[in-house]
């Protein structure tokens, strides 16, 4: 992701780092869950959300695995939203029960990335969320 991203050829590249990110949130083993948080954010990441806000991969990895229990059985997709400029993107994702139904919660994130396209910071926002 380095230099300005414009054109969707570099979307794909952003979409490949949303998807590696996604898939993160969606394994349950916790060692294949692990490895993957390390292989794609640095080791001092952010990741603020309205229900947290926590630094470094434990804390990313405690956050996860608490989403994972509050929404177990479910699946996070990555919705109709992908843009992105320079060193940031924004998308949208989805959890549901199962792909292609109704999602049950909603929500919007914009991350940050470094020149080794790992993830730096995420901050989302929930538009979407069960009472």
């Known amino acids: 992701m380095t230099g300005t991203i414009q054109d969707t050829s570099h979307l794909d590249t952003v979409g490949a780092l949303v998807d590696r990110y996604l898939a993160a ?17 640095t080791t001092d990441g952010v990741y603020t959300d309205p229900l947290a806000s926590v630094c470094g991969v434990d804390g990313i990895d405690q956050v996860i695995a608490g989403a994972q229990e509050q929404f177990a059985g479910l699946t996070f997709v990555r919705g109709d939203v992908l843009d992105a400029h320079h060193n940031i993107a924004r998308f949208t994702w989805e959890l549901v029960a199962e792909v292609g139904a109704e999602p049950l919660v909603v929500g919007f994130d914009v991350a940050a990335v470094n020149d080794e396209e790992k993830i730096t910071a995420v901050y989302g926002f929930i538009d979407k969320m069960p009472g």
């Open 25 to 41: 949130w969606n394994e349950t083993e916790p060692v294949a869950r692990r490895a993957l948080i390390e292989a794609l954010w």
